[in-house]
């Protein structure tokens, strides 16, 4: 099984998905991890499987999404932070699905909510969900912007930043967008800032997730 790092080369999003059932095993790992995610946030994420109603619409087809029976909805307390809680959690189900020989692609408006089964309690909202399963195709890398606009890197940047933004630039985000900014300050401080955009702050707690998967937990503390 590939480790994580594999997974952030490896993972890109996939639209096109084939009528092969996602394994027992694969799916209880996954429901396992959602557990973990949503004790550790206070979330509601939820995993859908063998339903195909939420991708058999207009909108799905305008997305060019095929062959989606399965998805992660991201599912949440309404709260300021709901939406990067939401993208740094969605991503590290992402990233493990990967891991487990899964595509997937995160969808924001391309499904239908109402036939979706998803169940929201009063107060909470549902940010966005993601595709799951076996693609037609592995996908394609997007295209990175300049690494300067990300990040000011010089010599003296310690290797664990410099292995963060690297891991940070991997990541997916709305129409390849890359409308972010990583900053260090006083040594092993970091602040990750959101330059705006559609689904900014959903952006912005994947590419945290990444740059904390690159830079490695132990070496930096977000601010």
């Known amino acids: 099984m590939m480790d994580i790092m594999q997974a952030i080369d490896a ?17 209880e790992r996954l429901k396992e ?24 619409s207009f909108m799905a087809h305008y997305g060019k999404f095929s062959g ?14 709901l939406s990067e809680k939401c993208g740094y959690y969605g991503e590290r189900l992402v990233l493990l699905a990967q891991t487990l020989g899964l595509n997937s ?3 924001a408006l391309t499904f239908s909510k109402k036939k979706a089964k998803i169940k929201i309690d009063k107060g909470e909202k549902l940010v966005c969900v993601i595709s799951l399963g076996y693609g037609e195709s592995q996908g394609k890398q997007h295209v990175d912007h300049p690494i300067d ?6 010599a003296d940047s310690p290797q664990w930043f410099k292995d963060g933004i690297t891991a940070a630039m991997k990541a997916p985000t709305a129409m390849n967008q890359q409308k972010f900014s990583f900053k260090l300050i006083n040594g092993n401080k970091v602040n990750a800032v ?18 904390e998967i690159g830079a490695g937990k132990d070496n930096f503390e977000f601010v």
């Open 105 to 107: 692609c995160w969808v």
């Open 68 to 81: 989606v029976k399965n998805y992660i909805a991201l599912v949440g307390k309404k709260s300021d932070d």
């Open 194 to 211: 959101s330059k705006g955009g559609p689904y900014s702050d959903v952006d912005l707690g994947i590419v945290k997730y990444h740059f």
């Open 149 to 154: 606009k990300i990040a000011d890197l010089n």
């Open 11 to 27: 993972r890109h999003s996939v639209r096109a998905y084939t009528d092969k059932s996602i394994g027992k095993d694969a799916l």
């Open 33 to 56: 991890e959602v557990e973990i995610c949503n004790k550790e946030a206070g979330l509601n994420i939820q995993i859908i499987s063998d339903e195909p109603a939420a991708f058999d």
